[in-house]
């Protein structure tokens, strides 16, 4: 099993377990760029590879974020802030009963992922839709509430899932074996 640094990444602060591509190790604090099965997102670097952190990997580190990389990271802040304000502004123009409670604007520039608390209602995918477009990117939701009460897959927040090393999800903080609410 290849040995994982611990890594922080996407707005809600998933934490899990990433190969380093070139098999360099980076030290605790280290802005990294990583690829996760949503696309290249920004991280940083929890703790570096040791016999104590293996598990499956659930990305890889890329790179160390360079300067140029930290001025794209500025400029799709603004993006997911404007994003943000947006998308809140058409929830109260419809009156729709719902808690937007973040915007991420993943590194690669190409998705944006609106996070809402509990079961968003229908008009929400236009909407979202709509926003994704005039920022060019392709509209995600994420359900909050499904992580907090299914957690990240089969088993998780069991003492076999923390022994497998499950250590991103809601429901494992509640039941000791995570280390972020946000899942994945």
């Known amino acids: ?5 611990i890594v922080r990444v996407g707005a809600l602060g998933a934490v899990g377990n990433f190969t ?8 605790r604090g280290t802005q990294v760029v990583v ?7 920004l991280a940083e670097v929890l703790a ?6 293996e598990g499956e990997p659930e990305g890889t580190i890329l790179r160390p974020a360079a300067l140029e990389d930290q001025l794209l990271a500025a400029r799709l802040e603004k993006n997911r802030a404007a994003a943000y304000e947006a998308c809140s502004a058409r929830i109260s123009e419809l009156g729709l009963a719902t808690v937007l409670l973040d915007v991420e604007h993943l590194f690669d520039g190409q998705s944006l992922v609106f996070y809402f608390l509990g079961e968003p209602p229908e008009e929400l995918q236009e909407v979202c839709s709509e926003l994704a477009e005039v920022y060019e990117a392709t509209a995600q939701f994420r359900q909050f509430t499904d992580t907090l009460l299914t957690g ?12 497998a090393g499950c250590g991103s999800c809601a429901i494992g903080k509640a039941t000791g074996c995570g280390s972020c609410a946000s899942g994945h």
């Open 1 to 5: 099993m290849p040995r994982c640094h």
């Open 20 to 27: 380093a591509a070139e098999a360099l190790r980076y030290p």
């Open 35 to 41: 690829r996760t099965g949503r696309g290249l997102e």
């Open 48 to 53: 570096p590879p040791s016999d104590l952190n």
């Open 152 to 163: 990240c897959g089969p088993g998780c927040g069991t003492a076999e899932a923390v022994g």
